[in-house]
């Protein structure tokens, strides 16, 4: 298996609504990352996660919270989101982190109304 | 920390032509230059990459050279064609992590 997978692909919830964005890979990777990518923009890292533990967070707001229940699985929890955090977020991972292998899942669209 | 910097924002270029797009990066501890390519709606897919110890790698198309005293790199593609229609993003592993320049979109025109 060489994927990333995400789900759901997309996402519509309410500013009061609590829900969850999903992401795995089964290659043995180290390493992943949750990005955020708005429309015509490059993608911009949010958290990292190596060997299970939060390694970096970029001045995330709290209403993301990321969690790493096992190697293989990443959740972002999203809660009290605002309209403009609808974006593409995508889940990463390498072998490890730093190294080089990135590999990207297809994101899930999610829009906040 | 790492900031990329990318040229052109827009590139349209006649079917059967070369296209060339360059970044430049701040943090000359970077040692790892990837390319990825998006389709509108999809994830960013690696194309090409290059490692700080050579200056240029081929993959059919596809080149990639790297200036490591000037701190910067370049794709190439050539024979374009209407499929390599897409946004291209570089990348640099600055600190160790992969910072993404702002992206080019190209156009290959029929």
């Known amino acids: 298996d060489t994927e990333v997978t995400q789900t759901p692909k997309h996402l519509v919830m309410g500013m009061t609504n609590k829900k969850s964005l999903k992401c795995e890979q089964h290659?043995?990777?180290?390493?992943m990352y949750w990005y955020k990518q708005k429309a015509k923009k490059p993608p911009e890292l949010m958290f990292v996660y190596s060997y299970e533990k939060l390694s970096i967070n970029e001045s995330v707001p709290s209403r993301f919270s990321p969690e790493c229940p096992n190697s293989s699985l990443l959740n972002l929890h999203l809660h009290a989101l605002q309209p403009e955090d609808s974006a593409l977020y995508l889940c990463?991972?390498?072998?490890?982190?730093?190294?080089?292998?990135?590999?990207f899942g297809s994101g899930t669209r999610l829009t906040v109304v | 920390g790492e900031n990329v910097e990318q040229h052109p924002s827009t590139l349209s270029v006649q079917e059967g032509d070369s296209a060339v797009i360059k970044c430049t990066y701040s943090?000359?501890?970077?040692?790892?230059f990837p390319w990825y390519k998006q389709e509108l709606g999809k994830r960013p897919q690696l194309i090409i990459d290059i490692r700080s110890n050579v200056g240029e790698k081929k993959d059919q198309r596809i080149a990639v050279t790297l200036n490591k005293t000037a701190k910067h790199f370049s794709l190439h593609i050539t024979e374009t064609q209407p499929e390599d229609s897409a946004v291209y993003f570089c990348?640099?592993?600055?600190?160790?992590?992969?910072?993404f320049g702002t992206g080019t979109r190209l156009t290959i025109i029929p």
């Open positions: 990463a991972s390498s072998p490890l982190f730093g190294d080089i292998g990135y590999t």
């Open positions: 943090d000359s501890a970077s040692n790892y």
């Open positions: 990348a640099a592993n600055g600190n160790e992590k992969l910072t």
């Open positions: 290659m043995g990777h180290r390493a």
